[in-house]
């Protein structure tokens, strides 16, 4: 049974929230964070998981790992991270209430809790089974050839797709000023290092993140090789 199977009031409690900021500050995906990240969130937490307890519980902490973003955007914030701890709690809170007294135990609760306000942390030694299962199955979906398109979404006009002079060798691009879209896209690769701050750490993650690795390298690789073949590599200097 999954997460929204076993807990449907939360499961609807949780889409409404999306739905209703969604409407009242006209905006789509909260970063791509859209209740549809959420909820596969939470279906990879519940196959990746090494026990059955650990599943149900990462299941729902899946579901409400998007409480970050909901606020950033209701509090108008530059950055999820600045939103306000007890903010977030009070929203997780709430949604997990949508089920009847006592379906969360209080421990249980403040684990699932704990685990959301973490997974955008670095790896920690001293992470849960909970938090470890989450933060994998969260980057086991950005993973998923769809977040290709997500990365246009999310930047929009913020950002060139391509840095015509450099591609991926910009040397002053950086994670909070990538340059490029496609600058944005090896990033992930960090992730398959095992372990380390950012590596993916359960055995059922890593597994099913190989196809996902090496789709976006053909990709890029791809995309690089087309851009080439046009001719537009290297790219003149029109003002010299």
């Known amino acids: 049974m999954k997460t929204w199977e076993r807990y449907p009031n939360l499961a609807r409690a949780v889409k409404r929230t999306h739905e209703e900021v969604e409407r009242e500050f006209n905006v789509q995906a909260f970063h791509c964070h859209d209740f549809f990240h959420a909820f596969r969130v939470s279906n990879w937490a519940e196959r990746i998981a090494p026990d059955p307890e650990t599943a ?10 998007n409480d970050d973003r909901i606020m950033q955007i209701k509090l108008g914030l530059g950055f ?8 977030r709690v009070e929203m997780m809170i709430s949604w997990l209430d949508a089920e009847p007294t006592g379906t969360f135990l209080p421990k249980e609760e403040k684990e699932i809790i704990n685990a959301v306000l973490k997974h955008s942390n670095r790896n920690g030694p001293d992470d849960s089974l909970v938090l470890i299962t989450l933060m994998d199955a969260d980057r086991l979906v950005n993973l998923e050839a769809d977040c290709i398109i997500r990365n246009g979404q999310y930047f929009g006009n913020a950002l060139q797709v391509v840095d015509p002079v450099y591609l991926l060798d910009d040397p002053k691009a950086n994670f909070r000023d990538p340059r490029s879209i496609l600058w944005t896209m090896p990033t992930r690769f960090d992730w398959e290092q ?19 690795f090496a789709f976006w390298r053909l990709f890029i690789q791809e995309t690089i090789e087309q851009i080439k073949e046009s001719g537009a590599v290297p790219f003149p200097d029109f003002e010299s």
Do not use: N, Q
């Open 56 to 65: 149900r519980k990462a299941g729902v902490a899946g579901l409400l790992h």
């Open 80 to 87: 999820a991270d600045k939103v306000p701890t007890d903010l």
């Open 194 to 212: 095992e372990g380390g701050f950012v590596g993916l750490r359960l055995p059922k993650a890593r597994e099913f993140a190989k196809r996902r």
